[in-house]
């Protein structure tokens, strides 16, 4: 029988476990923030879901992966709601749909304000930027809620479920702001 070379050894006992630990750290750190958040298992399958989660280093950086997830979401939406408005049958509900969509992309352009202010170590206004970011799609929802009559339309149930998932990814972004200033 020949003998076990050093770079065996290493290869098959040593390589798979330093392959191993950057990832569990970063898991760690994940987990670690995330139970600091009001929605940890949202904020758990959202941040896990980005490629950048396994390579971040700090909170700041999950951080930003939650914004740039709620800048997709909004962005999204307000696609989604544009078409929704030209495809509508009457005009009133398309005018509902095009303010939604127009309530979406400016919620997208606080979280891009929320991402800046972060990158500047401003926590401050990054949060401010995400709570506002949170209440444009509510602006959506009321508008539906008080048209009457004919114009009377139910809120769209896909955009009510882009109106959570983006309210909760504000608010992981949130959790974490506050966990950084």
């Known amino acids: 029988m020949a003998p076990i070379s050093f770079f065996t050894v290493f290869f098959f006992f040593l390589l798979p476990f330093l392959s191993f630990s950057l990832p569990l750290e970063t898991s760690n750190l994940l987990i670690q923030t995330c139970n600091a958040t009001t929605c940890y298992d949202f ?25 740039d997830l709620g800048i997709a979401n909004a962005t999204n939406t307000s696609s989604f709601a544009s078409s929704l408005s030209k495809a509508a049958r009457s005009p009133s509900l398309a005018s509902l749909l095009a303010a939604c969509a127009d309530k979406y992309a400016r919620a997208a352009e606080a979280l891009g304000s929320s991402r800046d202010a972060l990158a500047q170590g401003n926590y401050d206004y990054a949060s401010v930027h995400a709570s506002s970011a949170a209440e444009y799609p509510d602006v959506c929802r009321v508008l539906f809620q008080r048209s009457k009559g004919q114009a009377a339309a139910a809120y769209p149930a896909e955009l009510a479920r882009r109106e959570d998932a983006l309210k909760r990814l504000c608010a992981v972004a949130l959790d974490i702001i506050s966990l950084l200033s």
């Open 43 to 67: 904020c758990v399958a959202s941040l896990s879901s980005s490629p950048r989660a396994s390579t971040a280093a700090d909170a700041t950086a999950l951080t930003g992966i939650a914004i």
